[in-house]
């Protein structure tokens, strides 16, 4: 692995200024879109990748941010990584109805001056593709060389392959499903629960830290396995011993708290609500009366899936129904079940098999 | 042998390559036969090597199934030397000849001469380059021999179209024909579903 780090990487901002119609039927009188990229563009124009990312991710994908955070792949995106920026003109933008600088609840709504909050119309997945082939337009790239992402980010990857067949050469689809099954709507509706229920929830000057917190905390125990959560705590207490009250007592209660805490100061309630949202409506084959393989028939790039074993949000069975579609579509088709004891998590950690797989995908074979 | 395979596929038929190793024989039927292939592989190494070849190949065990593809589905399935090492070959025949129009399946021949004496003379499992393992740590947990495969054959459903003897490294030899299932070392069938 490589400790080439990108260094502080530039925020840049894309407005564009026309409207910008959703699936929803609402309309957004522009928008603004903040991005980031790494490595150079070369001249034939045709090394650009984008990174999609997932539900509480943002476009700072590497290097350091202006506080000095890592971005969230860097493990994976920079020089002589898993994604070489030596290569590779990678960009990663902040996806409409984020809270990290792209338009979203904490914009001012241009009609009454205020801020949208919960009035922030719901965005699709199809509408985030959309959106990122203008801000691809603006940046002159004649088409993407792949798209890329994890979980919600996968599914962007996906939905581009399906609308833009002749913008995109390759997609890498990474722990994601081709649509959300009963159990994980279900997750999903009790971290809006949390969120609704929490008396801070549309205050006029109090945040609900509370419910977001809560939302992230149950979130938290899906991306993690039994195994690794067993590994990381097993029944290890904070003061050795119980002493038969409410407050933290086992190391677990102590760490999803804390993530909770930490989470709820740096995420907006209103986007995460969103988010969840956009995950739930997520089901291409939707067109095709739930025909996944007919959905797929105009795809022209070659795929790549990735599961991980221990991955019971985003299982590897639902890639393989997602790949069995490809196959049946008769279409370019690998797929690759990484043995991980790290649940859904793993994609964000590098492997030896996982990133050397993306990398021999990525390489120029033509 | 990725020749001899090679003349039994049609130009531009849909492949799957079931063991596919490190895709070798399905980069080549893509340079010579521009075959549409799939290889289905479970080594994690093997499958690096396949993206290296541009080898399309999806990480699943034969054994464990195959109901993911459409019956009819591919112009050709191959097997070559595996269907020995499967816990079910009968089922994976059956498999085989429901998903392909036609199958290419090659076996080693347990009943080669050299296996015999191996076993008559020198008491042992026998050892050879076309079975280079020892008995305990063989992958090889159902082997046959030309006449036991045909058999198979004919019980579930399949109809044998041709027939090459070869030898270990694949080599075609036609003294093979005077006694087939005591001299062959590997056999190279092209079967498909009887009507």
Known sequence: ?????????????????????????????????????????????????????????????????????????????????????????????????????????????????????????????????????????????????????????????????????????????????????????????????????DPNYNSEDKLPKTGLGLARMLGHITYLSDDAMREKFGRDMKKGEVNFSYDVEFEVESYLRYQGESFSNRFDAHTYLLMTKVLDYFDPA????????????????????IAFSSDWRFSPERSRELANAFIEAEKDISFLEIDSPHGHDAFLMPSETYDSAIETFLEKNE | MNKLIGNFIQSNARVLDLGCGDGSLL???????????????????????????????????????????????FDAVIMSQSIQALRKPEVALEEIIRIGKEAIISIPNFANWRCRLQLIFGGTMPVSSALPHDWYSTPNIHLCSLKDFEKLCIDHGADILDRQLLSFDGEEQSFMKVAPNLLTEIALYRVKARN
Request: charged share 20%.
């Open chain 1, 286 to 305: 939707e067109s095709h009366d739930g025909n996944l393989a007919k959905t797929l028939k105009s795809v022209t790039a070659k795929t790549l899936l």
């Open chain 1, 1 to 197: 692995m490589s400790n080439d780090s990108l260094g502080r990487v530039e925020t840049k901002s894309f407005i564009h200024k026309d409207s910008f119609s959703l699936k929803s039927g609402k309309t957004l009188q522009g928008f603004e879109m903040v991005y980031q990229t790494y490595g150079e563009l070369n001249e034939a124009k045709d090394n650009a990748i984008l990174i999609c990312h997932a539900l509480s991710g943002n476009h700072l994908v590497a290097g350091l941010s202006e506080d000095d955070k890592k971005g969230w792949w860097d493990d994976m995106v920079g020089p002589n990584k898993a994604f070489d920026t030596n290569k590779y003109f990678i960009v990663g933008s902040n996806n409409l109805g984020g809270c990290h600088g792209s338009t979203g609840p904490n914009s001012i709504n241009p009609e009454n001056n205020i801020a949208y909050g919960s009035s922030f119309p719901m965005v699709t997945v199809g509408d985030w593709v959309k959106s990122q082939d203008l801000l691809r337009t603006h940046l002159g790239l004649p088409y993407w060389y792949a798209v890329v992402g994890g979980s919600l980010g996968g599914m962007q990857a996906l939905q581009w392959s399906i609308d833009y067949p002749d913008l995109v050469k390759k997609i890498v689809v990474i722990a994601a499903a081709a649509k959300l099954s009963a159990q994980n709507i279900a997750f999903n509706e009790i971290a809006r629960q949390a969120i609704l229920a």
């Open chain 2, 27 to 73: 980069a080549f039927l893509k340079k010579n036969n521009q075959v549409k292939g799939l290889g289905l592989e479970i080594d994690h190494q093997k499958i690096q090597k396949c993206l290296q070849k541009d080898v399309s190949v999806i990480d699943q065990d034969i054994d464990s199934g195959l109901s993911n593809f459409q019956d009819q589905s």
